[in-house]
């Protein structure tokens, strides 16, 4: 059977409050006896004992689903909620939670639970962009009262330890959570596919400006920022394909892999791996400030290294795309009985 690491941990250390609503803690990164992860020791640990929330949009360009229960089903994340929402191509809101919702079906199906427990059923979360108020301030930025925001307020709520909320899509339920309860800052971190060293943008960040400066400023955001690296294609090729057991999640992935995008800014599952898998991240994370916005509105990151924003620039895929493989194809993944 596939078994995490058992001490792979990411280490924060919460800077002392400026203000109602400042916050922030530090991520280091160093090599554990697993092999590298997202570091151990610390104040405040995050491991597989923190609740995890995915939020995306479509379900067919990249593996991040896949990823996610695949992870959930060996125990290497605790996997709480997933909140669909739309953004960019992925506009039509019930297509995007139908393909969500036969994934995750096929993956129960197939046997993956959690300890038993089922994994949790996508949501949909119907919101617009946020927009930014006239004066400027984030506190008066008008809010959807999304479905997603509210959960992010409920589970960070209902959990002792921090809530980890990991995005491939954008940020906008997460902003929108801050909005209507400033107190959740102190209660999550964000974990995103998104931008690059230097800037909040493509891919993800351009669908909502506003929320990213929200996020980048008032919450503990980790932004993966290295897709040039990564080849989701050559996840699973003809010849792994062949070789997977025969079951419903296996005939989505069929299914769905020749669809996967060749764009190298579609691998939304970055975040996930970074967050999961030893190895993955191979270079300490660049401490980064947001200073202003683009002509977009997209905040400009900035180095600085007491930086609150923190953007892993450096990820190796071959841990990723080992684990993936090999959690597929060991005949324990899926349990019949």
């Known amino acids: 059977m596939t078994t995490p690491c058992s001490h792979r941990t990411i280490a924060v250390r919460t800077l002392a409050p400026t203000g109602p609503s400042r916050r922030w803690a530090l991520l280091s990164l160093a090599l554990s006896a697993c092999g590298g992860a997202l570091n151990a020791g610390s104040d405040q640990p995050l ?132 909005v209507l309860d400033p107190t959740v800052a102190n209660r999550i971190f964000v974990v995103s596919s998104l931008g690059s060293l230097n800037l909040m943008g493509t891919p993800n960040g351009e669908m909502d400006p506003w929320a990213d400066v929200i996020v980048s400023q008032q919450l503990r955001y980790i932004q993966v920022s290295d897709f040039q690296d990564y080849d989701q294609t050559a996840d699973l090729n003809p010849s792994i394909l062949a070789q997977l057991p025969e079951n419903p999640f296996t005939d989505w992935i069929k299914k769905k892999q020749p669809g996967i995008w060749t764009d190298d800014l579609a691998a939304d599952q970055v975040a996930v791996a970074a967050f999961a898998i030893p190895g993955f991240v191979s270079a300490l994370p660049q401490h980064v400030a947001p200073v202003g916005t683009d002509s977009s509105g997209s905040p400009i990151l900035v180095s600085n290294a007491a930086g609150p924003v923190q953007v892993i620039a450096h990820i190796n895929p071959a841990p990723a795309t080992a684990r993936f493989r090999a959690m597929l194809l060991d005949p324990t993944t899926f349990r019949t009985d």
Request: one cysteine or more; hydrophobic letters at 40%; glycine letters at 10%.
């Open 47 to 178: 491991d597989t004992r923190n609740p995890v929330i995915l939020c995306n949009d479509g379900a067919t360009d990249n593996w991040q689903g896949e990823y996610a229960a695949l992870l959930a089903g060996t125990g290497a994340i605790s996997l709480s909620g997933i909140i669909i929402s739309t953004g960019g191509v992925w506009s039509n809101l019930q297509d995007n939670l139908s393909g969500w919702q036969e994934m995750m079906s096929a993956a129960s199906q197939s046997g993956l639970s959690q300890s038993g427990l089922p994994l949790p059923t996508p949501m949909a979360s119907a919101s617009d962009p946020l927009v930014e108020p006239a004066d400027g301030n984030i506190h008066h930025t008008v809010f959807n009262a999304s479905d997603g925001a509210n959960l992010i307020l409920t589970a960070s709520l209902a959990s002792t330890r921090p809530l980890v909320v990991i995005t491939g899509g954008r940020l906008t339920d997460i902003a929108e959570a801050y």
